[in-house]
C-alpha cells in the first residue's frame, strides 16, 4: 500500500541543517575561556546562550513531530479499526 502523504523527514535535507546549526549553538566552543562576563539573569553570557539554544532544539524538534512527520502506523491502525467496525 502506497500513500503519497506519508512524510519521511529523514529524507529532507534542510530538517538536518537546521538540527546542526542548533546542536553548534549549544556548546559554546566559540567563545573563549574564562569568560564570564556579561550576566544574563545570573548566567554567564555563554550558558545563557546555550540555554537558549536548548530551549529552540526542543521548540523544533516538537515541531517536526507534530508537523513534518506522518507515521505509517496511524494510517495502517485506521485501517485496521475501520476493517474491524465493518465485520
Do not use: H
Not at 506519508?6 to 546549526?21: G, L, M, Q, T
Not at 532544539?57 to 485506521?78: G, H, R
Request: aromatic residues 16%.
Amino acid at each position: 500500500m502506497t500513500n503519497k502523504n506519508i512524510k519521511e523527514p529523514i529524507r529532507k535535507i534542510w530538517i538536518w541543517v537546521v538540527f546542526a546549526i542548533i546542536l553548534l549553538g549549544i556548546v559554546p566552543w566559540y567563545f573563549p575561556e574564562n569568560a564570564v562576563e556579561p550576566i544574563i539573569l545570573g548566567f554567564p553570557l555563554w550558558a545563557f546562550i546555550s540555554l537558549l539554544f536548548s530551549l529552540l532544539l526542543c521548540a523544533y524538534l516538537s515541531w517536526l513531530c507534530i508537523y513534518q512527520w506522518n507515521i505509517v502506523e496511524d494510517e495502517e491502525e485506521a485501517a485496521a479499526k475501520a476493517e474491524e467496525d465493518k465485520r
